[in-house]
């Protein structure tokens, strides 16, 4: 709907993942970072954070609304953003800290409050925001599996008929008679 959406991680590797989603990455020099094994962004050092702050705070300045989301398990959430990266942010811009339950990502986030700043920000702190959203995504996804079955169940006849040819069925079926026939997941030849 018109909105241009940016993105950054430590991970170098997320770099693809968010263009492949349209938005564009923000690079910021930090050095040498990384991931854990298990796919986790290793912490950084006292230089790195600084550095990462001063090159957020010239993108938050342009931002209508920021997302933050980082978490670590069993230790205090990482200080992201700045009480002086939010003071020089446009009225009325909205800053969500999906990692205020671990005492937030966002400087002066409050869990289980929205908080407006002196320059009209508004810091929402909703613990476990993110988990308010599986009820409704369920919902859609239950309206398009009815859809699409609708779509291809004969009333008539009482049966369900895949219609090879019909492009929904085609972009969505992978197997068929104990064949690929996918094109992106089909043996190249």
């Not at 920021?66 to 009480?83: E, N």
């Not at 009209?120 to 909703?126: P, S």
């Not at 859609?140 to 079955?149: D, H, M, P, S, T």
Request: aromatic content about 6%; overall charge negative.
């Amino acid at each position: 709907m018109g909105a241009r959406v940016d993105a950054f991680d430590t991970r170098p590797v997320v770099e693809e993942q968010v263009r492949s989603l349209g938005a564009k990455f923000v690079k910021i020099d930090l050095g040498e970072t990384g991931q854990t094994a298990g796919g986790y962004a290793k912490a950084l050092t006292p230089e790195q954070v600084a550095k990462q702050q001063a090159g957020m705070a010239k993108v938050i300045a342009q931002s209508d609304i920021v997302i933050t989301t980082a978490k670590l398990f069993g230790r205090p959430a990482p200080r992201v953003i700045t009480a002086a990266m939010v003071a020089g942010m446009k009225p009325g811009s909205v800053v969500v800290d999906l990692a205020v339950e671990g005492g937030g990502n966002v400087e002066g986030s409050r869990s289980g409050e929205d908080v407006v700043t002196a320059n009209g920000v508004t810091i929402i702190g909703h613990p476990c925001l993110e988990g308010t959203v599986a009820h409704h995504a369920t919902q859609v996804l239950a309206a398009n599996y009815a859809a699409w079955v609708t779509h291809f169940w004969d009333e008539k006849e009482k049966v369900f008929r895949a219609n090879l040819d019909d492009e929904i069925l085609k972009g969505c079926l992978i197997t068929h008679g104990g064949a690929i026939i996918h094109p992106q997941f089909a043996a190249k030849s």
